[in-house]
């Protein structure tokens, strides 16, 4: 009996992480599902309400700022009080963003609910992707940076299907969504408050708080690629919040909310499938094949846009969006080489940096440029940066070591 008391003990941890990896798994995608679940409304919004493109730009950037601001404040948190408790708060500032957002009849409300959920995915960020690297099986050696990384995107994907199908088919079309996504929130925390913590807090939690980014010194070298990728990928997915909803609308002649909900999910959602794709190569060469197809991708988007071919635009949006899978997972996976455990929140928190700067920035002045540019004009602006990007990683793309170029795993 005694010989098997550590082999129970064993078996219990075993089946406690399993549960704790499904459970942030759950969580991370019914965070960014709500996230995306705004996004089939905007043309509800701007026909109804009279919002501008402009300002729903700027929702978007509340969202992504607010973000930010998380993640350099909070980004570390979790590595003093443990992954659970951000965790929760995460999904509970979640549930405030969709309860302001069951009454939007003027812009502010909307900025609002967005900055709310732009805090909460911000916390979100930081500690469940922490806790998923934590609890994910040794094997696959991929399934950690794919499931914290691409989580994100199929989250979002099934948050705009959803969404959209609901205000095109269902009752109450400004209020359904939102109220069923409450209810997801709810059973993520329960599932989350029945696991178990991966980490043992530790003092230093008020310390953590200082702004801070940081990546181990062994991988810093990979920053400058990753932070290409991650500008792209993430200023293409804040375009296809901002701009995708009226450029369906006027240059691709529908209105049908669940159209506009899959072009949304039709990049979002096959980044998931492209990650494993970029498993099979080291990191840099992922990088560099992923942000090519990514280019490819965006010159198909740019031709659907000119001629008025829907057909086309989802097909080029797909392959951007797989594209974007593979590189964006080689380039996490780069950053989580030989990571400890007190390391991955803090990269994660730089992964996040880089990612929402690049959803911010290019949203911002895009949002100034409306009044100048056309739609077709401002996704041009959007593939010259696809082009940039893609040259300076194919140049700049490197491995964290010499034994991941010759292991991709």
Request: proline letters at 6%.
């Amino acid at each position: 009996m005694q010989k098997l008391a550590p082999v129970i003990e064993l078996r219990h941890k075993d089946q406690g992480l399993r549960l704790a990896f499904v459970s942030g798994v759950i969580a991370l995608t019914v965070v960014f599902a709500t996230v995306g679940s705004t996004i089939p409304l905007f043309n509800i919004y701007r026909a109804e309400d009279g919002f501008t493109n402009a300002g729903i730009s700027l929702t978007v950037v509340a969202y992504s700022a607010a973000t930010l601001g998380t993640l350099l404040v909070l980004g570390r948190l979790s590595n003093h009080v443990g992954r659970r408790p951000p965790a929760i708060a995460s999904l509970g500032l979640l549930v405030v963003g969709c309860l302001l957002l069951l009454n939007v009849h003027h812009i502010g409300i909307l900025i609002t609910g967005r900055l709310v959920m732009g805090l909460g995915a911000g916390l979100a960020s930081g500690s469940i992707t922490a806790y998923i690297v934590d609890a994910a099986p040794a094997r696959p050696a991929w399934l950690a940076s794919v499931a914290s990384s691409q989580t994100v995107m199929l989250g979002l994907a099934l948050g705009a299907i959803t969404s959209g199908a609901l205000v095109q088919f269902g009752p109450w079309r400004r209020d359904l969504v939102y109220l069923v996504v409450i209810g997801l929130l709810l059973l993520s925390i329960a599932l989350i408050a029945i696991s178990p913590e991966t980490l043992t807090p530790k003092p230093g939690a008020w310390q953590s708080m200082r702004p801070s980014a940081r990546v181990p010194a062994r991988v810093r070298h990979l920053l400058p690629a990753t932070a290409a990728v991650l500008l792209a990928t993430w200023a293409t997915g804040a375009f296809y919040q901002a701009f995708v909803p009226a450029l369906v609308a006027d240059q691709l002649h529908t209105s049908n909310a669940l159209v506009l909900g899959l072009s949304f999910a039709a990049y979002m959602g096959p980044s998931a499938l492209g990650a494993p794709i970029g498993g099979r190569f080291a990191p840099a060469a992922a990088q560099r094949i992923g942000m090519i197809a990514f280019l490819a991708g965006w010159i198909g988007i740019i031709i659907a846009v000119t001629t008025g071919t829907l057909p086309l635009f989802i097909v080029a949006t797909m392959v951007a969006g797989a594209a974007q899978g593979i590189a964006i997972s080689a380039a996490t996976r780069g950053l989580l080489y030989g990571s400890a455990l007190a390391d991955r929140a803090p990269i994660f928190a730089v992964v996040y940096l880089l990612s929402y700067t690049g959803a911010t920035v290019p949203s911002l002045i895009s949002a100034q440029l409306t009044g100048v540019f056309s739609l077709p004009h401002i996704a041009l602006g959007y593939a010259a940066l696809a082009l940039l990007s893609t040259a300076f990683t194919t140049v700049a793309a490197r491995n964290p070591s010499d034994a991941s170029a010759s292991d991709p795993s």
